[in-house]
């Protein structure tokens, strides 16, 4: 097995050569360079040993609660003591404050580390940023310390039986009771729905306040905790944990709410409203899921490839590494993990700069669709680096892939990005997020950055002419993922000199300009339907 290694070197050489940071609020180079190598150490020393327990022992329902194994509550009360559950949480409620930048870095890390762990502790940031916007200065007074201190570890409710993707079919009600609200109905797949380890748990549950007829604008959202004010329990119930592919410990719960206490975040019919700041941070770090997991996939499959001996030259026996089919494989997991964390540091900076929010609006959709889609691609090619081994539970790749596997699935699903992008994205504000990303592309120099963007220009052309989107979306998200690739690898190479394997940099990115075709490939495919 290989143990899990921080990927401090392409991080940084990403974040201090290939994005500019210099408009990010808060953000120092040398600050977050020694948060993250201290949170790397604990990362490889404390988290990681839990990652394999936890998908042999995983996570059970003993007594109408959650349990956990033994070496998480360990783990994560060495994570409490060293403050980690408030990195990203204002200052003046008990947290450090740090800019997103930084706690997308550590993020990358935690999840490479225990990508279930990740899971359980990682919505503190997205409630904060609702209190902090919807939120009454009391509310954030009793909620924000508690989920810096880890008393309070956070839920997303929204899914229900009947409404998935589609919200304006949630039938969960909530009636206001004198002074608090009753939430009664049903979700399901709630990450971290129960669990053993905090204190509490606050749930953020998206529920009715109109009638059925009145859509997504009757939607509310409501602060709804696991124990009432006076100590008991609420009116919570998980009915079920579900049995899944990965993520074995990460407990993903069907919750009964029956007449249970909440209070309102906001006023009524804001609830989708303040819910997208939660999605919209879950969705950066799905992308964040992807890179870490195609950059383990990397790590173990090079490690792999570097010590296995297979054939001989003239200097004797040779390792597999030097096979070129080989070469290929691993070149193709590297230009993933780092064009997908080009990427997503991308997104993270025009997000925390607020410098181009129309830019935004696609990267949002791209890093999700590119990072987790490619992600699995990049897991499976290294399962077939290590041959038979692999297909083993002994280096733990195919955990890799088990694991994030979900990641194209949830926080919206891969197609319902591509139709975000060539249906709603295409049309808004007479195409300003297409006009963005047209202009971030074309600032970018290189010959394979020039083609891939004229053949997205002409599908975009093909779209606008009145193309049906639904079939060809995912072809237009595909097409214009690689057109982002492409851009990002070229940033790469020129910075090369400043990477300490500036040979492997410019390796991969002459690989990613020579798939250029692909690009037009794409386009091809659309203009056939």
């Not at 401090?8 to 808060?26: E, K, M, N, R, Y």
């Not at 909530?174 to 748990?201: C, H, M, N, Y």
């Not at 790590?299 to 030259?313: F, K, L, P």
């Amino acid at each position: 097995m290989k143990p899990f290694a921080a990927p401090l070197d392409d991080i940084f050489f990403v974040l201090d050569h290939v994005v500019d940071t210099s408009g990010v609020p808060g953000y120092d180079r040398d600050t977050t360079r020694e948060i993250a190598t201290h949170f790397a150490a604990f990362a490889e020393a404390v988290i990681a040993p839990t990652d394999e327990i936890g998908d042999r022992v995983g996570a059970r329902l003993e007594g109408g609660r959650v349990v956990l194994p033994p070496e998480f509550h360990e783990m994560f009360a060495q994570y409490v003591e060293g403050g980690w559950p408030g990195l990203m949480l204002p200052e003046e409620h008990g947290g450090m404050g740090v800019d997103g930048v930084t706690g997308g870095v550590v993020h990358e890390l935690l999840m490479g580390a225990n990508h279930a762990f990740q899971m359980l502790v990682s919505l503190a940031v997205g409630h904060a940023r609702v209190l902090e916007h919807f939120g009454t200065e009391d509310q954030r007074v009793r909620y924000l310390p508690k989920l810096a201190s880890g008393d309070y570890l956070g839920t997303m409710a929204l899914t229900e039986p009947g409404a998935g993707s589609d919200l304006s079919r949630i039938r969960c009600k909530a009636v206001q009771d004198g002074e608090v609200w009753r939430i009664t109905g049903e979700k399901i797949f709630i990450s971290g729905g129960d669990q053993d380890l905090s204190p509490g748990i606050l749930h953020m549950v998206l529920a009715r306040t109109g009638d059925m007829d009145s859509g997504v604008k009757g939607l509310s959202l409501f602060a709804c905790t696991s124990d009432r004010a006076d100590g008991g329990r609420n009116a919570i119930k998980v009915t079920r944990i579900e049995e899944k592919m990965g993520l074995h410990a990460q407990p993903t719960c069907q919750l009964a709410f029956d007449g249970a206490e909440a209070e309102l975040i906001g006023a009524e019919g804001q609830g989708l409203r303040a819910m997208f700041e939660v999605m919209n941070h879950a969705r950066v770090d799905v992308a964040l899921q992807g890179v870490a997991h195609a950059a383990r996939a990397y790590d173990i499959a090079s490690s792999y490839a570097a010590e296995r001996q297979q054939g001989r030259d003239a200097t004797g026996p040779v390792t597999i590494e030097r096979h070129g089919d080989v070469r290929r494989m691993l070149d193709e997991i590297d230009s993933v993990a780092m064009g997908a964390r080009a990427m997503t540091h991308l997104a993270l900076v025009t997000l925390e700069s607020g410098s181009d929010p129309w830019l935004l609006e696609l990267l949002t959709h791209v890093i999700k669709w590119y990072a987790t889609e490619e992600g699995l691609r990049a897991a499976q090619t290294g399962m077939q680096v290590l041959g038979g081994y692999g297909y083993l539970t002994e280096y733990r790749i195919e955990q890799t892939y088990r694991d994030l596997r979900i990641a194209a699935i949830y926080e919206g699903a891969s197609g319902i990005h591509a139709m975000g992008l060539a249906g709603r994205l295409l049309r808004l504000e007479n195409g300003a997020a297409m006009d963005a990303f047209a202009r971030f592309v074309s600032g970018v120099e290189g010959e394979a950055t020039a083609r891939a963007l004229s053949a997205w220009e002409q599908a975009r052309a093909h779209l606008e002419q009145g193309a049906d989107p639904g079939p060809i979306a995912t072809p237009f998200i595909r097409l214009t993922s690689r057109v982002l690739e492409q851009a990002m690898w070229a940033r790469m190479a020129a910075a090369a000199d400043h990477h300490p394997d500036p040979a492997r940099i410019r390796r991969v990115a002459a690989l990613v300009a020579r798939q250029v075709a692909r690009c037009e490939a794409d386009l091809a495919e659309m203009l056939a339907v």
